[in-house]
């Protein structure tokens, strides 16, 4: 018989399986199952949905963290939501890295914030962001409200702002974020998700 390096392979796998499970009286699977258990046998598991496209795939987190305050929670491991009607626990290419993206030492935690002219970002806090981003909504309304449209009838809405959400956030969430931009008068609304 004429031995090629893949026929190799295959002949020496099945025989080290043969003589392991058979030869010898080994079952591997309990302890492959056991392996298996082990990561993640004592993480905390939270439910989230993957940032990186409008599929909106549900994701399982797990960390390990004792819950207390001074202990960072460490993400050890993700993978798709077998609950999720959306992706029913599968996970693309892309999702199926999340925890790299999520412990990545270069990972943007605190928004920038780069003043008009200017070259360089500066780190800034949440609470200023916040600020920041409530006083500009709340100028642009005040200047650009159209009241009343050519026929004196009373509209009360703002073109000058386009309200998009984000296909990370829930229904509630989405629910909310379209009755505040309805309020502010937006009529160009728009959300990331596409499910
Ligand atoms: S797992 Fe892939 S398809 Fe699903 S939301 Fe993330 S990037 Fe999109």
């Known amino acids: 018989m004429e ?10 796998g099945a025989s080290i399986g043969t003589v392991l499970t058979g030869g ?4 591997l699977k309990p302890a492959m199952a056991r392996v298996q258990d082990l990561k993640i046998s004592n993480a905390k598991a939270v439910k989230s949905i993957c940032p990186y496209c409008s599929v909106s795939c549900g994701v399982v987190i797990y960390s390990l963290t004792d819950g207390a305050m001074n202990v960072k ?13 959306v992706n029913r626990g599968t996970l693309c290419p892309k999702g199926a890295t999340l925890k790299d ?20 970002w500066k780190e800034i806090s949440w ?7 409530a006083r500009l909504i709340k100028d642009t309304r005040d200047r ?6 050519e026929q ?27 009755k505040m931009g309805v309020a502010l008068g937006t009529v160009l609304r728009e959300t990331q998700a596409r499910i």
Do not use: C
């Open 3 to 12: 031995l090629t390096r893949r026929s190799f392979l295959k002949v020496s």
């Open 24 to 27: 010898l009286g080994f079952d």
């Open 73 to 85: 929670p460490r993400v050890i491991h993700v993978e798709g939501n077998p609950d999720d009607p």
């Open 101 to 120: 993206f999520i412990n990545a030492p270069n990972r943007l935690k605190k928004p920038l914030y780069r003043p008009a002219g200017s070259k360089e």
């Open 127 to 133: 609470e200023e962001a916040l600020d920041r981003i």
């Open 144 to 149: 650009t409200l159209i009241e009343k449209d």
């Open 152 to 178: 004196g009838r009373i509209v009360n809405r703002m073109e000058s702002m386009v309200w998009v959400e984000g296909s990370t956030i829930a229904n509630e969430e989405g629910y909310l974020w379209v």
